[in-house]
């Protein structure tokens, strides 16, 4: 059987033409040519099935046969806010992982201790974007740029809001236990019109942890002081049990995503 293929075509349906750089991966590495078939991704949740109408050597425009919206198998956004490591290749790492996993926010830090106060996020954005092909992944997360802590922290409102930290002066919740609670609230909730949106924000901090200026501020502006189990984790570990924990929770086992109708 003939291997599907994906590419990342924002906004497919408005245009004809696959990226440039996809398009060189299309016609260049796969040798696609007239006639064959391939599946588009949005990022936004619908995997578009379509034919190759014209293949040059810079050029590869679609024609559109079908659209097949895709079903989240986890409810509730998740937003993975962390501090970046010194060494840009573990939250390389961690974006893929986290991608493949399923998440929808990936928001950099400047905390008190970082070891890193500037990045580049395109990278990341082109991590994440073949992660997402590579795992089928319908939703492309948001890749947002450095932010300082206090800003992020006030402008977060919504949600159950928690933040993973290792001072045992203060008393922290098992992160588990605190999504099940919520996920279950949130069901019971789901009908009432004055519900806030639901979502889960977790944060995490560089290697040196947060300060304790750091964890008190958050706990002031409503953030849950969690805790990720007694481990000591590395960064990246930590923000990767983060987002897997949140998916845990929210999972349902009889959850199907909509397959395009090649994959079936």
Excluded at 7 to 29: G, K, M
Excluded at 161 to 176: F, G, N, S, T
Excluded at 216 to 245: C, I, K, N, P
Aim: with cysteine; aromatic share 8%.
């Amino acid at each position: 059987m003939k291997e599907t293929r994906y590419f990342y075509v924002p906004n497919a349906p408005l245009l004809s033409e696959l990226p440039a750089e996809e398009a060189s991966h299309a016609v260049r590495v796969l040798r696609m040519k007239e006639g064959d078939e391939l599946f588009l991704m949005d990022g936004q949740g619908v995997f578009h099935r379509a034919e190759v109408t014209l293949a040059t050597q810079k050029h590869c425009q679609y024609h559109i046969l079908e659209s097949v919206p895709q079903q989240r198998y986890w409810n509730i956004p998740i937003t993975l806010a962390i501090a970046p490591t010194k060494m840009m290749e573990r939250m390389e790492w961690l974006a893929e992982k986290a991608t493949e996993i399923g998440f929808d926010r990936l928001q950099f830090l400047d905390c008190r201790f970082s070891e890193r106060r500037q990045l580049r996020t395109d990278r990341i954005e082109k991590i994440v974007i073949s992660a997402m092909k590579q795992s089928r992944k319908a939703w492309l997360p948001q890749v947002l740029p450095l932010e300082p802590f206090k800003s992020f922290v006030d402008n977060s409102r919504h949600g159950l809001r928690c933040i993973a930290h290792c001072y045992d002066e203060v008393p922290r919740h098992d992160l588990y236990s605190l999504l099940q609670e919520y996920a279950q609230s949130d069901q019971a909730s789901h009908n009432s019109i004055d519900a806030s949106p639901a979502s889960v924000t977790i944060l995490v901090g560089p290697e040196g942890d947060f300060s304790i200026d750091e964890v008190r501020y958050a706990l002031d502006h409503g953030f849950q002081s969690v805790s990720l189990g007694q481990a000591r984790l590395r960064t990246e570990t930590a923000g990767l049990v983060s987002v897997m924990t949140a998916q845990m929770v929210q999972q349902h086992p009889l959850s199907v995503t909509q397959p395009c109708p090649a994959a079936q």
